[in-house]
């Protein structure tokens, strides 16, 4: 087992690391084990060899080829190689992060009692942090252990000045932020994983914060704005302030922070709609776009195929056609390249069927084989309305057919098995029900209401409208 592991780990380190490990590993201060530097170097050069070909046997053999297999001893020698890196992997992030490393050198000083290397390097860490123009979690958590050196360091020296109210606040102010991320976390979470959360101290503090002057803080605001957000069922109050915060606050985070706030905001916006508020479908528009401005939906660059959907539903949902084929094109780039030109295809099909431009819908739609499952549900489900309103019954009823025996063979669809099946039903009952009979027609609209899951529920809804 623990061959296995530190081969797994082994293999995770990139070319750029490797060449910094390898001076790691053959420094004696983090080893001295010349059986490793063996393992490291027989490692290097065929760590892309098939498992087969670095078996137990092998690799004894590359690090101590004159001498018989021996389980234990090479059992030894992966377990110094995998300390070995895991040290490297932790130096890496102690030394990616200046102010860490300045805390701890805050702690050495302090520890030695060298009071003026102390006081120069926390006067620096001051500096640092007043000129950081993110006022975030990590920048709320800095301060809180800065300022716990500084008392215990002034302490020691029995100062009259000790910066104990600073500290209070400090850690009040770090404990409240990471209380109201975990508690947006879980809130988030909690309907996906089917689980309840205990939330301990969540009840009093926001309780306390409701009037409290740590709302003026823009790191405790926007996360408290968010969790009253995600908690709301009615109340668009808190919507109101966190998009208030996403627009005038957009300075004080990171992009990968602000992308959760502006989730959570258009999840809200989508509940809303969901509920019937259709006023919200523009809200959650806009917030897509100040989002995209403020480039906070980008992953390692790119854009996720699903946010590229997400926007340009949206828009389509706003009328702003214009707007979405721009989007559709300019922004096709900085999708995944594996898969650019079938999601460019999907949404541009979505684009032309909204514009009633079913030519051009039909054609990508026929001619691109989609690599995702519900882009493929979804692809099928605009040609049958397009069929059905271009009155082409045969070719709906072929595709209703074919459509239904995709969807069983596939597995893990969840509900959305269901509501494309029920979406196949009801299209066909549209073709069959007798337009003359009012109660049939009444019977219709009142089983696809009340149908639980049941994809494009308005389109249908508005078809059965017109046939009477």
């Not at 490393?101 to 860490?125: C, E, P, S, T, V």
């Not at 479908?281 to 897509?288: D, G, M, N, S």
């Not at 989609?370 to 072929?398: C, I, P, R, W």
Request: proline residues 2%; contains cysteine.
């Amino acid at each position: 087992m623990s061959e296995n592991r530190t081969l797994q780990v082994f293999k995770m380190l990139s070319k750029k690391e490797l060449k910094s490990f390898e001076k790691f590993v053959r420094s004696p201060i983090y080893n001295q084990h010349k059986d490793v530097i063996n393992l490291f170097e027989f490692l290097k050069k065929n760590i892309n060899k098939e498992e087969t070909q670095l078996n137990s046997e092998i690799l004894f053999e590359a690090i101590f080829p004159k001498e018989k297999f021996e389980v234990q001893k090479l059992h030894y020698v992966n377990s110094y190689l995998l300390k070995v890196i895991e040290q490297f992997f932790a130096w890496t992030e102690w030394q990616s992060e200046e102010k860490d490393n300045q805390l701890h050198l805050l702690r050495a000083y302090r520890k030695r009692g060298l009071h003026q290397h102390f006081d120069r390097i926390f006067l620096k860490l001051e500096k640092s942090q007043k000129k950081t123009v993110f006022r975030n979690r990590s920048f709320h958590l800095v301060e809180y252990q800065r300022y716990i050196e500084k008392v215990k360091a002034d302490s020691f020296k029995r100062s009259g000045n000790i910066p104990l109210q600073e500290l209070s606040d400090a850690q009040d102010i770090s404990f409240i932020v990471e209380k109201l991320y975990n508690a947006c976390t879980m809130l988030s979470l909690q309907a996906v994983v089917k689980k309840e959360y205990e939330t301990g101290l969540l009840q009093p503090l926001l309780e306390f914060l409701e009037n409290s002057k740590w709302l003026d803080e823009p790191s405790v605001a926007i996360y408290y704005y968010s969790y009253k957000a995600l908690s709301a069922k009615d109340d668009s109050s808190p919507f109101e302030k966190l998009k208030d915060l996403l627009q005038n606050e957009v300075g004080s985070f990171t992009p990968a922070e602000l992308r959760g706030h502006y989730l959570i905001a258009i999840n809200f916006c989508i509940r809303q709609v969901n509920q019937g508020n259709r006023t919200f479908l523009r809200e959650a528009f806009e917030l897509y776009k100040s989002g995209l401005v403020a480039a906070v939906f980008y992953e390692n660059g790119q854009l996720s195929r699903w946010t590229y959907k997400n926007i340009v539903v949206a828009g389509l949902q706003s009328k702003e056609y214009d707007w979405v084929k721009d989007f559709i094109y300019e922004y096709a780039e900085r999708l995944p390249e594996k898969i650019r030109e079938g999601n460019k295809n999907h949404n541009l099909a979505h684009y032309y069927y909204e514009v009633k431009d079913y030519d051009r819908a039909m054609q990508l739609l026929v001619m691109t084989e989609f690599d995702n499952v519900l882009h493929n549900m979804f692809g099928k489900m605009l040609l049958a309305k397009m069929y059905y309103e271009l009155k082409e019954q045969s070719a709906l009823d072929n595709l209703l057919m074919s459509f239904k025996a995709y969807i069983q063979r596939k597995k893990g669809l969840g509900y959305h098995k269901t509501n494309y099946l029920n979406f196949i039903k009801y299209t066909k009952r549209l073709t069959t029900v007798n337009f003359f009979d009012k109660a049939a027609l009444e019977k219709l609209k009142t089983q696809m209401s009340d149908e639980q899951y049941l994809v494009e529920r308005k389109w249908l809804l508005e078809r059965v409208a017109a046939l009477k």
